[in-house]
């Protein structure tokens, strides 16, 4: 119910400020099981990819949407509670099946089951290679899968922006429904698996237009922060560095003010020596 109340309220907002558009909603099955599968650009995506259907998705959301503190943990906790969403733990082995089968429940439901293959947003916008849990999904629950794709959404909250960006209009495409019987009774073929998951993330491209690259997206993330802290380490050396270099030039400053001044105090003594002798001699000569 909370779901149909927030939709309500959120979607004529999103459509002010935003006017998105939407194709082939016809793609999707009006009822009856369907794995919505999308790329994942941005946090908005769980916004704008349900918006323009007359049916709920449930999405298997990150547990960290749901383990949050303080008030923005409370609100992000509520909301995807509110919306229906299932959190789920990416850590691999036993966790990954917990989530295949929470999967495999809501599908037995009759339900739309949205899943990310990337297994986290994209770092930089392209489409990256997708996980087979999903492959598995459809040979198991022999559900048709619906290739979802974002267009213009990592624009409007790019990572690290909390506050979403006017001036951009999203679009979401419904592709045609995979049909993959032709593997059911395979889903522990590794092969097929990746055979399976490499159609629907292609079929993702097509529909998105955006680059294929051939990695885990996650990997992809783990190289970039390591950069980005090595980037960080080298300019707070260098900071250092310059700080170490200015203190340095401030104390030969300091140095050649003082050898100055000494030079200087040496030169009035000599001159007042030379003056004063100047005097005796001067006096010596009247005598």
């Known amino acids: 119910m909370f779901y149909w109340v927030v939709k309500a309220i959120l979607g004529p907002v999103l459509a002010v400020l935003w006017q998105p558009r939407a194709e082939g909603v016809e793609n999707v099955p009006r009822r009856g099981p369907a794995i919505m599968v999308s790329n994942h650009l ?10 323009p259907l007359p049916r709920k998705i449930t999405f298997l959301a990150k547990a ?7 008030v923005k943990g409370f609100l992000s906790r509520a909301f995807f509670t509110g919306v229906g969403q299932i959190p789920i733990d990416r850590s691999g082995g036993k966790a ?3 989530a295949l089968r929470t999967g495999l429940r809501v599908l037995k439901r009759g339900d739309l089951l949205g899943i990310y293959p990337e297994g986290t947003r994209s770092p930089d916008g392209k489409l990256y290679r997708g996980r087979t849990g999903v492959a598995r999904l459809a040979l198991e629950a ?5 290739p979802m794709a974002m267009i213009n959404l990592e624009k409007i909250m790019p990572p690290g922006r909390t506050v979403p960006k006017l001036g951009v209009r999203p679009k979401v495409v419904f592709g045609k429904p995979l049909d993959f019987s032709r593997y059911y009774g395979m889903e522990k073929d590794q092969r097929v698996l990746r055979a399976i998951t ?3 993330m292609y079929a993702l491209m097509e529909l998105s237009g ?4 051939d990695r885990y997206a996650q990997a992809v993330k783990a190289e970039i922060e390591a950069e980005e802290k090595e980037a960080r380490r080298e300019q707070q050396a260098s900071a250092k560095d310059e700080r170490r270099t200015r203190r340095a030039e401030r104390k030969d400053e300091r140095r ?6 000494r030079e ?7 001159s007042d020596r030379a003056d004063a002798e100047e005097e005796r001699a001067r006096r010596d000569g009247d005598a």
């Open 198 to 200: 490499d159609e629907i």
């Open 96 to 98: 990954s099946e917990a």
């Open 210 to 213: 955006q680059e294929y690259v």
């Open 64 to 70: 960290e949407y749901f383990t949050g503190t303080g």
């Open 264 to 270: 200087e105090k040496r030169a009035r003594k000599a």
């Open 42 to 51: 941005s946090f908005s995506d769980h916004f704008f990819g349900p918006l």
């Open 142 to 146: 022999k559900a048709p899968v619906v």
């Open 256 to 261: 050649t003010r003082r050898e100055a001044r």
